[in-house]
């Protein structure tokens, strides 16, 4: 997760709150909790800034799938909106979603078809 996400969740609040109606965040569970206190507690203060307004989606790959339970469970103990998307068995977009450039790494055919696949499902 980005170090500075709860800084910019913070400022969307405050710059933009009258024109964003729902702050919707999407990470990989792979991430790790973030290891200091501080840390933890500006983003969980940044989240319920948002109040019923804001929504977490981890998503659950094989990798450390472990982890999206445990952050899911702390984000939960402050009453903060959480859903883990679990693809253990299931790979979305066949495995890792990348929101890079894909055509560093793709053919044009092969990219359109991943974004088609991909982001949130319809």
Partial sequence: MRSDLPDIMQLLYETYRGQIGHLRIITNGTLNQPKS???????????LMWADDFHIIIDKYPVDSD????????????????EVRDYTNDLH??????????????SDTEGKLMFENCSVPR
Avoid: M, P
């Fill in 93 to 106: 977009c066949g495995g890792w979603v990348d929101f890079g450039d894909l055509t560093l790494k793709h």
């Fill in 67 to 82: 982890k999206s339970e445990a952050i899911s469970d702390y984000l939960r103990g402050f009453n903060i909106d959480c």
């Fill in 37 to 47: 206190s501080a840390r933890k507690d500006s983003f969980v203060q940044a989240a």
